[in-house]
């Protein structure tokens, strides 16, 4: 079982920036597709990005293409998303996820290690 624990979540302005982070110490991830989720209260979890084993298929939702970047670092076991132009609609709780499968999708079905998620908090 993969154990990834995200960090970089906090409070931010309209405008600001946020680098989250999702640590697999053990780096048992490192053929895996990834990819970041997040979950507004009262709202289902959403697909944010994916990135695949060796990051040569990256995807985003429509509503952060642009102003999100997702990145890993094999070595290091961590992936990244970077969030640029953060909105008070981007306040959630952001998780971390390993797909069964090297690339990875955009549905949370296919993946199956979660890490328990850091809170990003955009305020007006």
């Known amino acids: 079982q993969v154990r990834l624990v995200e960090s970089g979540g906090g409070l931010v302005q309209v405008g600001g920036s946020l680098t989250l982070s999702c640590s697999d110490s053990?780096?048992?991830?490192?053929?895996?597709?990834m990819a970041w989720f997040r979950q507004a209260p009262g709202k289902e979890r959403e697909f944010v990005s994916r990135?695949?084993?060796?990051?040569?298929?990256?995807t985003y939702a429509d509503s952060v293409k642009g102003r999100f970047t997702i990145s890993r670092d094999r070595v290091k076991g961590t992936v990244y998303l970077q969030m640029n132009n953060l909105k008070p609609e981007d306040t959630a709780n952001y998780y971390c996820a390993a797909s069964r499968g090297s690339v990875g999708t955009t549905f949370a079905r296919d993946y199956n290690s979660w890490g328990q998620g850091t809170q990003v908090t955009v305020s007006p």
């Open positions: 053990r780096r048992t991830s490192s053929n895996n597709g």
């Open positions: 990135i695949s084993w060796n990051g040569g298929i990256i």
